[in-house]
Structures are given as structure tokens and as C-alpha cells.
């Protein structure tokens, strides 16, 4: 029983680990694919999708303004998904930097979608309302384009403000591995996935998919599928702001989670006829991840059945101090045990929203956070 215990308990620690520790060490063992080639030929179009951003409206018009100076032919092009504040008037007043589309909450995916159907440039940039790009971004992404075999191009996010809370703490460190491990899946061949802070693709790429999907996954992906390279670059960045309110940050996860089973759902079959290495590398960064808070659970209950079979005071001294911990971390906005607890929270969120997309949920539109 202790035998079987004990390997319940270091195998759910090694899934845990794995896409962190593990997963990074493996791929920086693959052979380099280096991108060849250099241009900025190519025209290009903006995509982004806005619900109740008004107060960051217009630092992203300044941000519109300063890409504009620099590239006169750059098409704009926004999609308002029915915003209740003063988003739209404020992104309406401006024809002579962008085309503005109103929708009427039917989503982000429907929203890019049409954009996409409007948009006349060879390549297609991807952001959102809250992000902005640095002012060579435009210039230094489409110069990848110039290697023929590269479909697709992901920036790099960098965040603005310092970390507030041990819920923001978490997110930047989380996210810098994040991007840590985009790094290195690019430079042997593939990324597996773009999010919506900063991409882009040839026009000629992009697919239709339903609206329940991951629309950043599901057009970053089309580019592996047909046979192109989606690589991540470190010149091309952007900048937003974290977000620092748990209640926000647990919500924004359960949301993702769920939209990310409906997108692997409907990508399976294009995802089963991918390479061995690009399968792998999806398996492990996205679906080891979505159930890490299967390993987690397991690998706790494993560590108290443990201590149950050595002794039941010390089971029960675990447990009260596992507890009293967990607790303090709930309440603490700062410190290690905040952390802990941050990271668990974030585990049962993205755990919560893979179940409820197995049993049907969708969640097609979206709310920007409060605590920006």
C-alpha cells in the first residue's frame, strides 16, 4: 500500500512539474530551425476586438496614432461587441484612423471573424483594446514574413505596471515562463498557439471555426496545419497591464479553460495529422497543463493517505496545517503563502473550466477585468 502510495505521489509531483521543469529541458534539446530571410514588403491590417474599454480608449488611440505616423498604409480595423460605456462613440469619432464595426454581444470570435472578412492587408495583426505596441513592432513583425516558410508570428508581452498583489506576482511569473517557453518552442520549428496580446498571420491562412472556440488558439494553429512555421520573436512587443483581483483572475481562467477544451475538441482531427514533434510539444503545454489540477489533488490526497498509513496524528497534523495554511494564503495579498495559494486557486480554475466544458458550457462572450 505505501509502495503504491508513494508512486501516486512523486508520479502527480513529476505532472506538476513537468511543463515547467521537464517539457523546457526536452525542448532545449531539439535541433535549432533557424528563420531565413529578410523583408517588409508587405501590407498589413490591424485587428481588435473592444467591450467596455473607454477608459483605456484613448491610450490605444494615442498607441493607433504613433503606429499610423510610421506606417501610413497600415488599415486599422475594430470590432465593438455591443459595449455599455463610451467605447464605441469614442473609437467612432476617429474614421480617419480606423474602420469601426459594431456587433452586438455576440463575442470575440464573431467580432474577428468579421473583421478578418474586411481586412485587405497580406498580413494580419492580431491585439486587443488593452494592449499596446511598441512603435517598431509593425515594421520589425513583417519582416519575418520574408521567409517563405513562416505562416505565422507571435510577439512578445511585457507587463506595465508593478506587481500590486500576490494574484498579479503569480501571473507576471507565470507568464514570463510562458513566454520562456514559446521562446524555445520556436527556435525548433513550431509554437504551439498564439494568445490574443500580439500575433499575426498571412491573410490567406485564416480559417473559419464556430464562435465557442479559442479564436487566438484556432488561427494560430491553422498555420501549423498548413504546413507553415508559427514562430515567436522577441522584437515585436507589447505591453499590458496585469491583473491583480483574484475574483477576476479566477473567472478570466474558468473562461480560457473552458474555450480551450471546445477549441481542442474541434481541432482534433487537423491536431491528430500534425507531426510527432508538434504533437508532442501541444501535449505537453497544453493538455498535461489543463488537467494539473487532476495531478495536484492526487498527488495531496496521496501525501495525507501516506501520513494516515505512517501514523493518524501525524495524517491529522497535515491536514490541520495544510488547511491553516491554505487559509492564510486566501487571505493574504502578499507574501509566499499568498503565492501558494494563488497557484492553486489557478490549477482548480483552469480544472474547473475543462469540466464544464465537457459537459457542454460555452462561453462565447467576454468581460474585460476590473482590476487592470
Known amino acids: 500500500m505505501d509502495v503504491f502510495l508513494l508512486s501516486v505521489l512523486l508520479l502527480s509531483i513529476a505532472a506538476v512539474l513537468y511543463p515547467f521543469l521537464i517539457y523546457p529541458a526536452i525542448l532545449r534539446l531539439l535541433p535549432v530551425r533557424p528563420v531565413d530571410g529578410a523583408s517588409n514588403a ?3 491590417s490591424l485587428l481588435f476586438c473592444a467591450y467596455n474599454e473607454a477608459a483605456v480608449v484613448p491610450e490605444k488611440i494615442a498607441n493607433l496614432e504613433a503606429l499610423k505616423r510610421l506606417h501610413p498604409n497600415l488599415q486599422i480595423l475594430a470590432f465593438d461587441d455591443g459595449s455599455s460605456d463610451d467605447t464605441a462613440r469614442q473609437l467612432a469619432a476617429r474614421p480617419d484612423l480606423l474602420t469601426l464595426v459594431r456587433g452586438n454581444r455576440s463575442g470575440k470570435a464573431r467580432g474577428m471573424k468579421r473583421l478578418a472578412a474586411l481586412a485587405t492587408g497580406d498580413i494580419l495583426i492580431f491585439t486587443d483594446a488593452n494592449v499596446m505596441l511598441a512603435p517598431e513592432a509593425i515594421a520589425n ?17 511585457h507587463y506595465l505596471q508593478e506587481e500590486n498583489s500576490a494574484t498579479a506576482s503569480v501571473g507576471q511569473s507565470y507568464w514570463k515562463m510562458e513566454e520562456r517557453l514559446k521562446d524555445l518552442e520556436s527556435r525548433s520549428g513550431n509554437v504551439m498557439g498564439a494568445d490574443g496580446s500580439i ?40 505591453f499590458e497591464r496585469l491583473v ?37 510539444k501541444y501535449a505537453s503545454r497544453k493538455v498535461v497543463r489543463w488537467f494539473g489540477g487532476v495531478f495536484l489533488l492526487s498527488g495531496t490526497a496521496a501525501a495525507l493517505a501516506l501520513a494516515w498509513w505512517i501514523d493518524v496524528r501525524l495524517f491529522l497534523a497535515a491536514l490541520g496545517i495544510g488547511i491553516l495554511l491554505l487559509l492564510l494564503g486566501l487571505v493574504s495579498r502578499r507574501g509566499p503563502l499568498a503565492k501558494i495559494a494563488d497557484i492553486w486557486i489557478a490549477y482548480m480554475a483552469t480544472l474547473q473550466g475543462v469540466f464544464r466544458a465537457m459537459r457542454g458550457d460555452t462561453f462565447a462572450v467576454w468581460n474585460p477585468a476590473k482590476s487592470r
Request: proline share 4%; hydrophobic share 40%.
Open 141 to 157: 513583425l513583417s519582416a519575418y514574413y520574408g521567409d517563405a516558410q513562416v505562416g505565422g508570428v507571435l510577439g512578445s508581452l
Open 199 to 238: 500575433f499575426s498571420i498571412r491573410r490567406a491562412l485564416y480559417p473559419d471555426f464556430p464562435d465557442t472556440v479559442l479564436d487566438d488558439l484556432t488561427v494560430s494553429m491553422s498555420v501549423v496545419f498548413a504546413g507553415r512555421r508559427l514562430i515567436k520573436v522577441g522584437d515585436v512587443i507589447a
Open 244 to 280: 491583480s483581483a483574484r475574483g477576476d483572475e479566477y473567472r478570466r481562467k474558468v473562461r480560457i479553460a473552458a474555450r480551450a477544451w471546445h477549441t481542442h475538441r474541434y481541432l482534433r482531427p487537423q491536431l491528430c495529422r500534425m507531426s510527432p514533434i508538434d504533437r508532442f
Open 42 to 44: 508587405h501590407s498589413a
